[in-house]
């Protein structure tokens, strides 16, 4: 079946612009994480969604960041007067929604910053 | 600060050996463990997944998990250089559903 889908792939800004990064879930699974990647380094947590609702935000580095999933399906993240350092590669989860239950990813968007 | 360590290698192992990769973790109350392969440019793909303690195995793949030590492994038998790729090791949160990563292992397996 259809895996975790995310756009775009690939998104180039200037600094201070807004931007906002979707991702669709597997069909059926009702919880969706984002992360952070950098070059290097394993992902970092950012947000958790159950259903609609951000069940876990403790990973977004200050209130630029904020996260929707309105209709418990498609999130986007979005991020406000970005910051050369937000450049990093977004990556989306989606789990069945048990506790600890394996979370497969999507192919996650590349923000490059200028 | 929960952490998750990992060698960054890279390991180096001949084709046809056994790959073993290592994970050291510090939150006592964790309960699932994962690994990912991540091929260069491309996102985490999972691979393994263990809960208790002991060993799982799956083709060619072995995960281990020894929760009085805080460590988990992976050994990937019969290597092949298409699995030649970073392994994270991935550690959920004492229980909770946010996974704390390791920095990853780079595998090199040469025909």
């Known amino acids: 079946g259809a895996g975790v889908s995310q756009t775009p792939s690939n998104k180039v800004t200037e600094k201070g612009k807004y931007v906002e990064l979707r991702c669709d879930p597997i069909s059926g699974h009702t919880a969706l994480y984002w992360y952070r990647q950098s070059l290097g380094q394993g992902p970092e947590f950012l947000i958790y969604?159950?259903?609609?609702?951000?069940?876990?935000d403790s990973g977004l580095p200050n209130d630029r960041f904020f996260a929707v999933r309105p209709e418990g399906s498609v999130s986007t993240l979005k991020i406000q007067r970005t910051e050369r350092g937000d450049s990093a590669v977004y990556l989306c989860?989606?789990?069945?929604?048990?506790?600890?239950?394996?979370?497969?990813f999507g192919p996650g968007t590349r923000l490059t910053v200028t | 600060q929960k952490e998750v360590e990992q060698n960054s290698g890279p390991l180096s192992v001949p084709e046809g050996a056994i790959a073993s990769l290592n994970c050291t973790y510090s939150?006592?109350?964790?309960?699932?463990f994962f690994w990912y392969r991540q091929y260069s440019g491309k996102s985490p793909e999972l691979i393994m997944f263990i809960y208790s303690n002991g060993d799982k195995e799956d083709g060619r793949f072995t995960a281990q998990l020894n929760k009085a030590s805080q460590y988990v492994s992976l050994l990937i038998r019969d290597s092949q250089p298409s699995d030649s790729a970073t392994y994270l090791c991935a550690v959920d949160s004492g229980g909770y559903n946010k996974l704390i990563f390791g920095a990853g292992t780079r595998l090199a397996v040469h025909p």
């Open positions: 969604f159950q259903g609609t609702g951000a069940a876990d």
């Open positions: 989860a989606s789990s069945s929604g048990t506790g600890g239950d394996e979370q497969y």
């Open positions: 939150d006592r109350g964790s309960q699932s």
